[in-house]
Nanobody
Framework: QVQLVESGGGLVQPGGSLRLSCAAS????????MGWYRQAPGKQRELVAT???????NYADSVKGRFTISRDNAKSTVFLQMNSLNSEDTAVYYC???????????????WGKGTLVTVSS
């Protein structure tokens, strides 16, 4: 059974920084693409950033230049460094990963339970 567990959320003032982490655990062969999504109150879940196993990245326009996604394949972990935070970044942030598990020919889509980021003075 594969699990994704996020950490690092919390309350931060406008202009501040936070670093989110998400670690995968359980029985699997390989993690392909990993990413972060967020859902603000009353809004749909949206893409924040993704990163391939080889390190290619993709960002939402709203976070380009402020957020950086990275990963440690040896530790099955993905990170999101968030700088210059503003109130519009307030949301629950979810980790996502496509993971190759035993008994399946292709990778499977997994989600963490989310971590709350609140940007407020």
């Amino acid at each position: 059974q594969v699990q994704l567990v996020e950490s690092g959320g919390g309350l931060v003032q406008p202009g501040g920084s936070l670093r989110l982490s998400c670690a995968a655990s359980g029985s699997f062969f390989r993690i392909n693409s990993m990413g972060w999504y967020r859902q603000a109150p009353g809004k749909q879940r949206e893409l924040v950033a993704t990163i391939t196993r080889g390190g290619s990245t993709n960002y939402a326009d709203s976070v380009k230049g402020r957020f950086t996604i990275s990963r440690d394949n040896a530790k099955s972990t993905v990170f999101l460094q968030m700088n210059s935070l503003n109130s519009e970044d307030t949301a629950v942030y979810y980790c996502n990963a496509y993971i190759v598990v035993p008994s399946y020919a292709t990778d499977m889509d997994y989600w963490g339970k989310g971590t709350l980021v609140t940007v407020s003075s």
